[in-house]
């Protein structure tokens, strides 16, 4: 006889998935990783609310943060800034040129003048901030998909 309680046969609860907390951690941090720490900080939720539990939360925004990071320091490094210019023409949005531009630029110069220090700095801020956001998210919304009672 199985010790699944009846109750969650009749409405089982979704579990999280730590896939999902990444790729939520990804896109809410292209989204709001422009604004310093607190958009940082709010993707991690996101993704701590998707992958639901501390541990889940913590890892896929952990994860989703460096994938950012790691994307940010490398097209910062290898991609001239004037390579960009087709992105108003496309999409008809100059501000959005504005802000990947002025991004890149700043990277760029940061890793020049100091590039141990900008890439430990760059990594620490957006994979430890949205780690711990990822945290407290999964800490909001457990994984309730357990047996204990």
């Known amino acids: 006889m199985s010790n699944v309680p009846t109750s ?45 539990g501390k541990g889940r939360g913590f890892l896929a925004a952990l994860l989703g943060g460096l994938i950012v990071v790691i994307s940010l320091i490398e097209v910062s490094h290898y991609v001239p800034v004037s390579s ?17 531009t002025d991004t890149m630029q700043y ?15 760059i990594l620490i801020d957006g994979a430890a901030v949205a780690g711990i956001g990822g945290l407290i998210g999964g800490a909001i919304l457990p994984n309730e998909n357990t047996f204990e009672n």
Do not use: C, D, R, V
């Not at 960009?84 to 990947?100: A, C, M, Q, R, V």
């Open 8 to 52: 969650y046969l009749l409405n089982p609860k979704p579990k999280g998935s730590i896939y999902f907390g990444i790729l939520s951690t990804f896109f809410s941090m292209i989204i709001l990783g422009s604004i310093p720490f607190l958009g940082w900080f709010l993707a991690g939720l996101l993704g701590g609310l998707t992958a639901k």
């Open 84 to 100: 960009l210019s087709f992105i108003p023409n496309l999409t008809g949005n100059f501000l959005l040129y504005t802000k990947l």
């Open 107 to 121: 990277t760029s110069n940061a890793l020049n003048a100091n590039e141990i220090g900008t890439i430990s700095s």
